[in-house]
């Protein structure tokens, strides 16, 4: 049979991350749909900065949202009801050789840790055992450290980065050859323009 590369999608470990501007005459309702996209995606928001006035009608705000990676093409599929997305870029991250090298180092850290607690079982006299006890907090703290940084790449992984930039405007611009864009790289969004 053919070689299909989702067969082989699961074994990579690749980090997205994706910057979303939209611009809104209803700043309000963009708000909700973004926030009950991200219930429905079980994301959350780890931060948010806002600024600008309702009277003035040019307020502002910034949201890092993190998705669970399985839901984040929809996630951001979704954005378009929002408002006017008029600016997506999208980055992989493929740290499948970081993280086969961090998995390989745990497991030799712990295959040294065994064989040291086995010495210090087995030591004669309070000076071997006190060496091998050097030893062993060494390699317990580099142990400490890699299983550390699994624990982020997988975090990482696991959950997407979706920076989101959502502008009030009295008129949402036109033609601002999104649709193509997105058209270029094999997928449409609907209702990009559905404002204009």
Aim: with cysteine; hydrophobic share 30%; proline share 1%.
């Amino acid at each position: 049979g053919e070689l299909n590369p989702e067969d082989f999608a699961s074994d990579r470990k690749i980090i997205y991350t994706a910057d979303v501007e939209i611009e809104s005459e209803t700043y309000d309702d963009a708000v909700t749909t973004i926030r009950s996209l991200l219930d429905e995606s079980d994301g959350y928001i780890s931060s948010t900065s806002q600024s600008g006035s309702t009277v003035d009608g040019n307020r502002y705000a910034n949201y890092t949202c993190r998705i669970p990676s399985e839901k984040y093409r929809a996630f951001l599929d979704g954005l378009s009801g929002a408002g006017n997305v008029y600016s997506v870029s999208e980055y992989t991250d493929d740290i499948t050789m970081e993280y086969i090298d961090v998995e390989a180092r745990i497991s030799s850290l712990e295959a040294q840790r065994d064989r040291l607690q086995q010495l210090a079982d087995e030591a004669e006299d309070i000076e071997t055992l006190l060496s091998i006890e050097t030893q062993l907090s060494n390699v317990q703290y580099q142990l400490e450290s890699y299983t550390a940084q699994m624990r982020s790449y997988d975090n990482q992984v696991d959950y997407s980065t979706v920076n989101i930039y959502l502008r009030e405007v009295r008129k949402v611009s036109e033609g601002t050859g999104f649709g193509t864009r997105i058209r270029a790289a094999g997928r449409i969004l609907s209702a990009v323009y559905r404002d204009s």
